[in-house]
């Protein structure tokens, strides 16, 4: 499956983002997807992550209340959406897929999408 991110950009803190990530290939519906983040100079971090039917979804425990992960599987697309961003969100996010559950690690996931860029303004 192929993963397409998008919706980055630079926003003052406070505001709020939508992230999308869009999937082509093989059946979107059989996989669980996760978003993760890097910010300059760390290392890549499990943010968030929604199982294959929306029914279960997970938050690393720092970010819970102001990230919400969701999926349209008729679109192929899974969001995250951000409120009350804040600069020490400034990070590329990543989506991914995995085949096996949603995991916290890089390594349960199957593919990964380019990332796109969240920038945060004090």
């Known amino acids: 499956v192929q993963l397409q991110a998008s919706g980055g950009g630079l926003v003052q803190a406070g505001g709020s983002l939508r992230l999308s990530c869009a999937a082509s290939?093989?059946?979107?519906?059989?996989?669980?997807m996760g978003w993760f983040r890097q910010a300059l100079g760390k290392d890549r971090k499990f943010v968030t992550g929604?199982?294959?039917?929306?029914?279960?979804?997970y938050y690393a425990d720092s970010l819970e209340g102001r990230f919400t992960i969701s999926r349209d599987n008729a679109k192929n697309t899974v969001f995250l959406q951000i409120n009350n961003l804040k600069p020490e969100d400034t990070a590329v996010y990543y989506c991914?897929?995995?085949?096996?559950?949603?995991?916290?690690?890089?390594?349960?996931?199957?593919?990964w999408g380019q990332g796109t860029q969240v920038t945060v303004s004090s």
């Open positions: 929604i199982s294959w039917s929306g029914s279960r979804v």
């Open positions: 290939g093989r059946a979107f519906d059989t996989y669980d």
């Open positions: 991914a897929a995995s085949s096996g559950g949603v995991g916290i690690e890089q390594y349960d996931y199957d593919y």
